[in-house]
């Protein structure tokens, strides 16, 4: 497995990073059910009560959760397999803010550059869409994720956290890139993707 990673880093294996269309509505379910079911699923503040609503969801409750509040998402994809999604929806139009949420790559595609390539992608699309910020949340002690939103300027604009059904307590950080018309965000959205 690990020699089969290393191959695929030095050959810059084929991975297309694009939006998603309906007609990828359920592989990206089964990707979200994958993602909340395994190891990760704790940055998700997955519960097995949370995971088991997920997945008595109807197909029109997934195409809600996927494409509602102008929402996309951006998809990278290796053959015909979705192997990283990241969600995207416009949180609060009157102050152009949206929220980037649910990303998730899977293991073995992780470390590829997939991850810069993904919000790259969904990064432009929000401008395209008309948005000036975008928000996120992050778990604490989130280490990946927190490296790839501070490469694109995102920065710590509170902290929370929430009482999961399991009595656990989920403590998170709330990042925000407030300024989306910055010519050095551009700059590097272009790079990445003219790279890709
Ligand atoms: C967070 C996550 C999406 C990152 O995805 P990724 O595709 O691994 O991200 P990238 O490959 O772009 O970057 C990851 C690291 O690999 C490095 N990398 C990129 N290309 C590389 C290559 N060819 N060879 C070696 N390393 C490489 C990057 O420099 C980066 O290093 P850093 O963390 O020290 O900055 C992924 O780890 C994941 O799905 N985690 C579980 C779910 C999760 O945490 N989601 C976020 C919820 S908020």
Redesign the pocket.
Known sequence: MNEDI?QR??E?IDIKVEIATGKDLLALRDLRLL?IQ?K?GH??AATRESVEREMALTEEKWREYFFSNNGFVSV?RYGAEIV?M?LAFEKAPEENLWR????????E???????????SMGLREIIRLGGKKVS????VG????W???T?FGFKKVSSGSVELETGETFHYDDVELDDLDDPELIKKIKEVLNAG
Request: glycine share 6%; aromatic share 10%.
């Open positions: 290393s880093r030095q810059k993602a395994s990760d940055v998700f990278s990283g990241n980037m949420r649910a990303l998730y790559i899977k293991p595609f992780r470390k590829m550059g997939i991850g810069v390539r993904m919000f996120a949340n992050i778990e989130n280490k990946d994720s490296n790839l939103v490469k």
